[in-house]
């Protein structure tokens, strides 16, 4: 059962972002983009000081079901990405330019990971690959179709992940505002 406090907490995050009064962890710097931890590029700041996304949403919805949730420590729970509702067989597509650094199997889920360099990767999990690793990729093409495995059949959605210099960040710094969230009542959420 999900907390009834999650979407009140998405929409006053939501709302944040919409009107740009906060980019999740990024600052923008007086040069030409903002960063994240010491290599990956966020996006590039505009005359009115907002930053512009990098990504690009890999399914088309800008919706979030889920929420970064950050864990207190490396190995510590939490929710280390944000989960996009998508139905299964959808397409799942590349957020930027890069690299397939892997496409398959881990813990019984298959994922398509993409190195975007600088040291920003990106994951979708749980995807049916259509690309392997060493393929070049470019922002929106096809990378994978969506399947049951972090969310169930029930409930589909591409979980998108990111990581900078190998540690878990939010991935929102690097897209574009989400939709305005629509509140549900407890009782209507699926799942």
């Not at 505009?46 to 949403?57: H, L, P």
Request: hydrophobic share 45%; net charge negative; glycine share 14%.
């Amino acid at each position: 059962m999900r907390s009834s406090a999650r979407p009140v907490l998405l929409s006053v995050v939501c709302a944040a972002v919409l009107s740009g009064a906060v980019v999740f962890g990024a600052v923008p710097s007086t040069g030409a983009g903002a960063s994240v931890g010491s290599g990956a590029s966020v996006g590039t700041a505009t005359d009115s000081g907002r930053v512009e996304a990098r990504w690009v949403w890999p399914t088309g919805s800008r919706v979030v079901e889920r929420a970064w949730e950050a864990p207190s420590s490396d190995y510590a729970a939490g929710h280390r990405g944000l989960d996009v509702p998508a139905a299964l067989g959808s397409t799942a597509s590349a957020v930027d330019d890069g690299t397939v650094a892997f496409a398959g199997a881990v813990g019984g889920r298959t994922v398509v990971t993409i190195d975007h360099g600088d040291g920003l990767v990106s994951t979708l999990d749980s995807v049916t690959p259509l690309v392997a690793a060493g393929d070049e990729v470019v922002q929106g093409a096809p990378v994978g179709r969506v399947s049951v495995g972090h969310c169930p059949a029930s409930a589909p959605c591409l979980h998108l992940g990111a990581r900078v210099d190998g540690r878990y960040v939010d991935p929102m710094a690097y897209l574009p505002p989400a939709e305005w969230p629509v509140l549900l009542p407890e009782s209507a959420w699926p799942g």
